[in-house]
């Protein structure tokens, strides 16, 4: 009788956790539909306008830099943070010091020096440099997701380019999506700052940020 109870109870807490794990797997695919991209037209609706974007260099916005948190400590044995990318015009990780979700364009090499310097380099050794940007030719443009509770999430920029607007006019339309992906079910909380930042050419007219879901 005990060996019978003792396996019941072992069937029931494997029908539990294939349970969790399949209405996950449901969520995720509800969460990111196969739709083709989105074009600016049919998106533009739900675009920001250059009058309500929330920059993070305030000589564009008239706002203080966003709040910023103290590096963290490592994390969890269960949780595996995606890679740092690195590269002389490409940064993109995990953990940075903005937690307000943002935008950002560089245009003066004060603001990236001090934006790097407050909200960038103490978070990786291979970040302690700030990355040297020629502002006469180049600017510096990016996303934040901002503080996630789980290491679920990251931030990509998927496309810049200028593009004509439906109401006449050029922009520089920067696509870029939020990415939630599936981990174990006893993964631990563990905090995160998505961030994705690009060098591109220096643009001096319309920037447009623009969420697309794939």
Not at 7 to 20: C, I, T
Not at 35 to 47: H, W
Not at 92 to 111: M, T
Not at 132 to 151: A, H, I, L, S, T
């Amino acid at each position: 009788m005990k060996g019978t109870s003792r396996g019941w109870r072992v069937e029931s807490s494997k029908k539990k956790y294939f349970l969790v794990l399949l209405l996950s797997t449901l969520y995720s695919l509800q969460s990111f539909p196969a739709n083709a991209e989105e074009s600016i037209e049919a998106l533009i609706g739900g675009t920001t306008s250059q009058s309500d974007l929330t920059l993070v260099d305030p000589e564009l916005s008239q706002t203080p830099l966003p709040k910023l948190v103290l590096p963290p400590t490592e994390p969890p044995s269960q949780v595996r943070l995606p890679e740092l990318i690195v590269k002389s015009n490409e940064w993109r990780g995990v953990q940075c010091g903005v937690i307000d979700s943002r935008f950002a364009i560089f245009r003066h090499a004060d603001k990236w020096t001090s934006f790097w310097e407050k909200a960038m380099a103490s978070f990786s050794k291979r970040l302690e440099k700030v990355p040297p940007v020629d502002f006469d030719k180049d600017m510096v443009v990016g996303v934040f997701m901002g503080e996630m509770p789980y290491p679920f999430y990251e931030i990509e920029i998927r496309s810049i380019r200028e593009e004509n607007r439906p109401e006449g006019g050029k922009a520089l339309v920067i696509r870029y999506r939020e990415i939630k992906k599936m981990m174990g079910v006893f993964v631990p909380p563990f905090v995160v700052q998505p961030f994705h930042l690009k060098k591109v050419p220096a643009y001096s007219g319309e920037v447009v940020f623009l969420k697309v879901r794939r």
